[in-house]
């Protein structure tokens, strides 16, 4: 038995900027009852794991996260503008936040919040790193580098020092592609 469809009537952008909008979808249901959906219109997120094949480390970043008053240990990652290409957006993250540029895999992608945010979180894996004069680090970011094995990360992951949901699904895609 399929689940019946809700009808979109009508979408306003309540407010946006370079990287999302939020919006209202007025809809109805298959019964006629109508509502309001709100949610975040993106062109999605990305992850990037840089790995330095030749140590066997991970190159990871602890940043001041504003929401929640602390540290966060996390693999560099950012938004998507609207209509731009993830790859782009991955390479240019890689150098801005670490000062690396390398080869770019995409190893898989996720949904993060199917009810609130319509974008994809398509991850990458970053190899063959070579240092980047290309760097232009925003004000706002302040990055302390970690570098990592894999069972540290998992250890990490497992006392709660690596909570970001979003990292920790990128990592998921990344073991999965280094068969770690």
């Known amino acids: 038995m399929a689940l019946k469809q809700w009808k979109k009537i009508s979408t306003k952008i309540l407010s946006k900027n370079a990287w999302w909008e939020y919006r209202v979808d007025e809809f109805e249901l298959p019964g006629g009852k109508r509502g309001e959906y709100y949610y975040v219109h993106s062109g999605g997120n990305v992850a990037i794991i840089p790995f330095f094949e030749d140590s066997g480390k991970f190159l990871l970043q602890r940043q001041y996260r504003y929401l929640f008053k602390k540290e966060s240990l996390e693999f560099p990652a950012g938004w998507v503008p609207i209509g731009e290409d993830p790859a782009k957006i991955a ?90």
């Open 91 to 180: 390479r240019y993250e890689l150098i801005e936040e670490t000062g690396y540029d390398g080869d770019l895999t995409r190893v898989g992608c996720f949904k993060p919040m199917y009810g609130i945010f319509d974008g994809e979180y398509s991850v990458f894996v970053a190899k063959n790193l070579r240092h980047s004069d290309e760097r232009k680090k925003e004000d706002t970011e302040e990055f302390e580098k970690c570098l990592l094995t894999a069972s540290q990360i998992d250890q990490k992951i497992l006392a709660g020092q690596i909570d970001e949901s979003n990292m920790v699904a990128a990592w998921v895609f990344a073991k999965k592609y280094l068969k770690l």
